[in-house]
């Protein structure tokens, strides 16, 4: 919704000639912070940590990662299982099997503090197909077919995310995140349009559809708000964390179902 | 008991005061004799005795009690010719006055030379109170030569306008939603078109503008910060004429003229913008069928029936419409509807009874039929209200009154087509009765002072039909009880003191003083920082408090050669409570459960403001300079550290400059600087899922750019015929053509940037913009 509303709000103030340019602004820069990226991705099974500082805004240096801490994961049955240290910030976990529905537990020791996150991984919903619909060429867009999502929403809370691979390259632009719950389609069959790109008669389009907690849903949800650099929102502010610490970034476990569409005429 | 109480002392105020002596009361209405529109604080004064006057109410009407015999008695309004009148008063007398418009400089001056003063400034009880008619804005140059009272209104010292793109406006460090915008009485919800480049005021069909930012009296309430009171004009009743504009961007043409001559009149006007009528041109059938336009609708019509009643009724209808050939749909506007009734018990005691309707509301449409979907929201009132004068004595005068509103909120419903999936969603209505009572007294004590002093009990029921919910810390329902229709839910409330005061010093210098206290029980709900007609309107509830505004406010005034100059220095301090802000990103559309989203704080603004302005002569105009800070408090947001409000604007200036060349031809000025908007800027970037991710720093602890901008408008009058006047206006917008910030991004992508480094982007919506306007008067 909001998104669409943006999407006018943009396309009015084209309308009316708006200029930009690069100033010169003052920021005020606050002392670097941890951020904990950790995932288990139950498809991959592969459980995956990176551990790097923030850096200031204007700032040309790279961002630096951090080696040398201890980082395990404890599955459902408190089988607990460390990573391993790949000397580069990363730390991998590789052919880690699934327990679906079982709540999994993020422990990682730097510099002498134990930072704790857990997350439950839900059942995947299942992506029943993609479809595509021709749509003309419009003032705003060019011709091109829509990619549908057609889901049989379970009934409960659902949170899903979609990510694109088009053309066998995944889509990492910011539009490209599509987040979408089912607050209004509950129980219902959804068919859910990828409005943000059109694509033409060859293009290969896959979609993972990952089925997220809520807990990791509202966190993406809320790092895609502030990820556009924007000032447009009335209450910006960080995404919650959910460490047992204060530093940023999440602990998320997910599965996702997969399809793979060739766009025909 | 409370409201015993508050009856028990309207009727003691009341009755002590009958007690007076017997003096002949002299009674009537003050005209303009051109149209015969009432005239709103035109004054009397008995030349005779010292410090003895009457000022006419917004109906044009005045009441003075004096001692039989001989008197000079001189009615004067600004801009008009005085009429001395000298009569011997032996009974009570109606005195119906029409003052005629001072023709040219020569005649201003003889005016000046033979009225004393004109120096209401100095010597009303009232704080200063910012009026406009549009008559006397009409050479202020304004972007797309569109005049606009509002615009104008936000170059005077304590108002600020919500920026370029943006509707709202702040008055002393308040919120946007603190601001009661009346038109006719009627509540204006949205007073804004095209995302607030314009506003809704049309400004032939508009007589006057008052707005009130400290001591407000009593007869208003329900808005924390300010009271901005627009009344229409009643239309000429003594003969027929047409005037008219046409402008760039929008045409507009107004009609007036007797019902019954000399006893009733209508006005009908009405605007058009026109940007989309140039898409037929286009060469895509799309772009030929987007529809881009606002139109606005005054109609209003009065009638006398004798000398002691009249009727009037008025109308407002203004709507936005945009859409994008048959894919997307926006339209949104206001309806307001005001019966009055004026009547007149005796020479002394006036009373208007009004009946008003107010409605804004909003429908958004992506696609259409079974591969679209809509969304729409409504609020709606229904006013009741009743107003007394009563004139005791010469020292003496009482307003007291009653009112009662009735507010409906349709927060949203969304109807979908078969194919999109969504299902339907209804929220429910809310229903909320607001009362008001008031009494308030304005009083002279001796030749030095007068103050007024009253006060406003208010009270607001939020009621069934519906559905209460509790929520715990974290939003989670924890209680929910259904109500039946005008079944009471929460009752809250209040006791609104209002005073203020002046000491005259001299003829020419005074002091004055004020404090209010007001309850607002309708808050207004924004996610952006610039507020768009999607706004939501929540009423006070078994969640949200009442928000609660005290403001003192000191002032000192004098005038300087024969009032040709007026310098004052305002201060003030304001206290907020229960001020909302929201949980981080906050959803307030369709949300059910819209309460929870929200965070409660209080909040205070003070500021000092420096005013000279020019009245007379060849060369007028202002300048003004406000220094003030408004800072808000919430335990919910940097753990309860106080921070900027956006609109937070430490200096703040404003020169507006009209200079008379001859006749023909009148130049015009006017400068803004203020200091840039308080907002949020990220003070650290990491990485997070692949993205380069901002961490957002203190709320609004971040300035934009200072804004500035520099305006220029000439107007040529043609060459004027025994029945027709017109004029070209041209003005040129932002002339040194400065790019002033309407948002800031931080983005590694713009344009080419070979570094990667990220940099602070800002957009600016206009450059140098120039127009031109034709207006026309048909007489």
């Known amino acids: ?265 | 008991m409370k409201q015993l109480n508050f009856l028990t002392l309207l009727l003691f105020t009341f009755l002590s005061f009958s007690a007076f002596s017997q003096n002949i009361t002299i009674s009537g209405n003050i005209t303009d004799a051109r149209n015969g529109e009432d005239l709103f604080g035109a004054s009397l004064i008995v030349a005779d005795m010292s410090n003895t006057g009457a000022r006419s109410n917004v109906y044009g009407f005045y009441s003075l009690s004096i001692p039989a015999g001989e008197h000079t008695l001189i009615y004067r309004s600004s801009g008009y010719e005085e009429q001395r009148i000298v009569i011997q008063l032996t009974k009570d007398t109606l005195i119906n006055i029409e003052l005629s418009l001072s023709k040219d400089v020569q005649e201003l001056e003889e005016v000046e030379v033979t009225s004393k003063r004109s120096n209401n400034n100095i010597t009303s009880s009232q704080m200063e109170v910012t009026r406009l008619d549009p008559q006397s804005i009409k050479t202020i140059p304004i972007l797309f030569g569109e005049q606009d009272v509002m615009k104008t209104l936000q170059l005077t010292p304590g108002i600020k306008g919500g920026g370029e793109g943006s509707a709202g406006f702040y008055v002393r460090g308040g919120g946007a939603d603190q601001n009661l915008i009346l038109l006719d009485e009627s509540t204006v919800y949205n007073a804004s078109h095209l995302l607030g480049f314009f506003s809704v005021f049309n400004s032939d069909a508009i007589k006057d503008v008052a707005l009130y930012k400290s001591g407000i009296p009593a007869e208003y309430g329900g808005r924390a910060s300010s009271v901005m009171d627009v009344r229409m004009r009643d239309g000429n009743n003594k003969k027929f004429g047409a005037s008219g504009g046409i402008g760039l961007i929008s045409s507009r043409l107004t009609v007036e003229g007797p019902i019954v001559k000399d006893k009733g009149s209508f006005i009908v006007s009405g605007r058009r913008s026109y940007a989309d009528v140039f898409l037929v041109f286009a060469k895509e059938e799309e772009i030929q069928n987007t529809t881009l336009f606002f139109y606005d609708l005054n109609a209003k019509a009065n009638y006398k029936i004798g000398d002691k009643d009249r009727v009037y009724i008025s109308g407002y209808f203004g709507r936005d419409k945009f859409s994008l050939d048959d894919q997307f749909g926006f339209d949104w506007g206001n309806a307001t509807g005001t019966v009055r009734w004026n009547h007149l018990f005796n020479d002394k005691l006036f009373v208007n009874t009004s009946f008003i309707y107010s409605e804004f509301d909003y429908r958004f449409t992506i696609g259409q039929g079974e591969d679209g979907f809509g969304i729409r929201s409504k609020i709606r009132d229904f006013n009741l209200k009743q107003d007394y004068n009563y004139y005791i004595n010469n020292n003496n005068s009482l307003k007291f009154g009653v009112n009662a509103i009735h507010h409906t909120f349709q927060p949203g419903s969304l109807e979908s087509g078969v194919n999109v999936g969504f299902n339907e969603i209804n929220l429910d209505d809310r229903h909320a009765l607001e009362v008001g009572a008031y009494v308030q007294n304005e009083q002279k004590v001796g030749n030095r002072w007068a103050f007024m002093y009253g006060l406003r009990y208010s009270g607001f029921n939020y009621m069934g039909k519906g559905t209460a919910y509790e929520y715990d810390d974290n939003g989670l329902i924890t209680d929910e009880t259904t109500y039946g229709s005008w079944e009471s839910i929460k009752y809250y409330q209040g006791i609104e003191p209002r005073f203020s005061a002046s000491f005259i010093l001299n003829e020419s210098n005074s002091i004055k003083a004020g404090y209010n206290r007001i309850f607002q029980y309708i808050h207004q709900l924004s996610n952006t920082t610039t507020s768009s007609p999607t706004d939501v309107w929540v009423p006070t509830s078994n969640n949200v408090k009442p928000q609660i505004g005290d403001q003192a406010a000191l002032g000192y005034y004098k005038n300087f050669k024969q009032d040709e100059y007026q310098v004052s220095v305002e201060t003030y301090y304001k206290w907020l409570q229960n001020q909302i802000d929201y949980k981080p990103n906050a959803n307030l559309l369709l949300n059910g459960q819209i309460e929870r989203e929200l965070v409660y704080g209080k909040g205070r603004a003070f500021g000092v403001e420096f005013q000279i302005k020019k009245t007379k002569g060849k060369l007028t105009g202002w300048f003004n300079y406000t220094l003030s800070r408004a800072l808000r408090t919430f335990e919910d947001i940097d753990a309860g550290a106080e921070f900027s409000a956006r609109q937070d604007r430490i200096h703040d200036l404003n020169l507006v400059l009209t200079y008379e060349i001859n006749k023909k031809l009148v130049v015009s000025t006017s400068f803004v600087y203020y200091t840039g908007d308080a907002v949020t800027f990220p003070s650290a970037l990491y990485e997070m899922d692949g993205y380069e991710v901002a961490y957002v720093g203190k709320r609004n602890g971040n300035r934009l750019p200072d804004y500035h901008r520099l305006d220029l408008g000439l107007t040529w009058y043609l060459k004027e015929r025994k029945h027709f006047e017109h004029n070209l206006s041209f003005s040129i917008y932002n002339v040194y053509n400065r790019e002033n910030a309407f948002s800031v991004r931080f983005t590694d992508s713009f344009e080419d940037n070979p570094t990667g480094q990220t940099q602070a982007v800002q957009t600016a919506l206009f450059k140098i913009i120039p127009s031109i306007t034709y207006n026309f008067k048909i007489k």
Not at chain 1, 54 to 71: H, K, R
Not at chain 1, 82 to 93: F, S
Not at chain 1, 152 to 170: F, H, L, S
Request: hydrophobic content about 35%; aromatic content about 14%.
């Open chain 1, 1 to 265: 919704m909001k998104k669409l509303y943006f999407l006018f709000t943009i396309s009015f103030l084209v309308l009316i000639s708006s200029c930009q340019k690069v100033i010169d602004l003052e920021v005020t820069d606050t002392e670097p912070k941890l951020v904990i990226e950790a995932k288990y991705d139950a498809v991959k099974e592969e459980v995956f940590v990176r551990l790097s500082k923030s850096i200031n805004v204007f700032s040309n240096d790279g961002y630096t990662t951090l080696t040398g801490a201890s980082v395990e994961i404890t599955d459902g049955n408190g089988v607990v299982t460390p990573l391993v240290d790949q000397a580069d910030g990363t730390y991998l976990l590789e052919n880690y099997s699934p327990i679906y529905s079982a709540e999994y537990a993020m422990k990682v020791t730097v510099d002498g503090e134990t930072y704790e996150a857990s997350d439950v991984l839900q059942p995947v919903v299942p992506l029943d197909s993609l479809t595509t619909e021709f749509q003309p060429q419009t003032p705003f867009f060019d011709a091109g077919y829509v990619v549908y999502m057609n889901v049989t929403d379970p009934v409960g809370d659902n949170y899903y995310r979609a990510i694109k691979k088009i053309n066998g390259e995944y889509k990492r632009e910011l539009g490209d995140q599509f987040m979408f719950d089912d607050d209004f389609t509950e129980g219902n069959i959804q068919k859910v349009p990828l409005f943000s790109e059109l694509y033409q008669v060859g293009d290969t389009v896959q979609i993972d559809l990952l089925s997220y907690s809520e807990k990791s849903y509202t966190y993406f949800s809320e790092l895609r708000a502030i990820a556009g650099g924007g000032s447009s929102s009335a209450a910006p502010a960080n995404p919650t964390s959910y460490w047992s610490k204060e530093c940023l970034g999440h602990f998320s476990v997910f599965g996702y179902d997969t399809k793979v569409i060739v766009i025909e005429e």
